[in-house]
């Protein structure tokens, strides 16, 4: 599992796009690995979803998104993308995270310029440490991490703040402070996601994000390719998913007070055992138990 960093520089190499779905536990992990993906991004969005049925206000701490990589990492050795909000703190703080991230697993930690308490990128309200400090946080992080490999990725929040090219001005500075991956979040139109790749790709791979119902317009990964992104992340899309899934099962059982109509469009026990290797689990516990051993 250790070279997943290295994996996902490669990986951010390579002429075609990356593709990497939002997960939020081991079990999202597993089925973004299943499905062939070379790559997930943990939302800490999700993770406030998941965990706390709230929303993307900053009320997630780093210690649970470093739990949760522990948890991911030990289950899958899929390359990884931490988002670490703001890097929970000043300059001391995010080199803590980055370097308690790459323990924990992460093959790569993302850092925005928004002040505490950060919100979602697509919602209105938010504010922004300034240009010299976000440089301060990158260098911190570039600094801090352990393994070359150690992808750091720079977001920034300016577009909805300051305008698109402040937003812009503030990627230059984050590549020349070292990020490796440049993030312009909430990009308004087909000809800024354009004009921000003209101008930054030079410098360091752009990522995009793509939010169903947010600011930035939904585009396949195809045609963000062909505008010049390296990778595109669908950070909420599972849980949105799911969470559309469950809600409609859950009136069903409520007025049939019965789930066979669902038994179709659900893993029944056998299959989630599958899923979750159950069998291939219980035998490798077999071998350590008292007449095994005795037998040796």
């Known amino acids: 599992m250790t070279d ?4 996902l520089r490669s990986a951010l190499a390579d ?21 062939g993906f070379a790559a997930m991004y943990l939302s800490g969005a999700s993770i406030a979803y998941t965990r706390f049925g709230r929303p993307d206000i900053g009320l ?12 991911i990492r030990e289950r899958s050795a899929l390359p990884l993308v931490a988002d670490a909000d ?10 803590r995270t980055v370097r308690l991230f790459e323990r924990m697993g992460a093959s790569g930690v993302q850092l925005e310029d928004q002040r505490l308490p950060k919100r979602c990128g697509h919602l209105a309200g938010k504010t922004l440490i300034s240009r010299a400090e976000m440089v301060g946080k990158i260098r911190a992080a570039c600094d801090a991490r352990e393994q ?15 305008g698109f090219e402040h937003a812009l001005e503030r990627a230059r500075a984050y590549a020349e402070a070292g990020a490796d991956v440049l993030f312009v979040e909430a ?22 994000n793509m939010v169903e119902g947010g600011h930035t317009p939904m585009q396949p990964a195809d045609a ?20 559309h899934a469950a809600t409609a099962f859950l009136a069903d059982l409520h007025r049939d007070g019965d789930s066979r109509g669902w038994q179709d469009r659900m893993l029944d026990f056998g299959g989630i055992n599958a899923l979750l290797g159950t069998d291939e689990l219980l035998a490798h516990g077999r071998a350590y138990d008292e007449q095994t051993m005795d037998a040796r």
């Open 15 to 35: 002429p075609r796009i990356l593709v990497a779905p939002g997960g939020y536990d081991a079990l999202s992990a597993s089925l973004i690995e299943n499905a």
């Open 187 to 208: 990009m308004r139109s087909d000809e800024q996601m354009r004009a921000a790749t003209q101008a930054l790709s030079p410098l360091a791979p752009l990522m995009a």
């Open 148 to 162: 070359d490999d150690t992808v750091i990725i720079a977001r920034t929040d300016a577009v909805a703040v300051e």
């Open 224 to 243: 963000l390719e062909r505008l010049g992104f390296a990778m595109v992340i669908f950070p909420g899309a599972l849980v949105r998913v799911l969470t």
């Open 60 to 71: 997630v701490t780093m210690s649970e998104v470093a739990e949760t990589i522990s948890v």
């Open 86 to 95: 703001t890097g929970f703190g000043n300059a001391l703080n995010v080199q």
């Open 4 to 7: 997943h960093a290295r994996r």
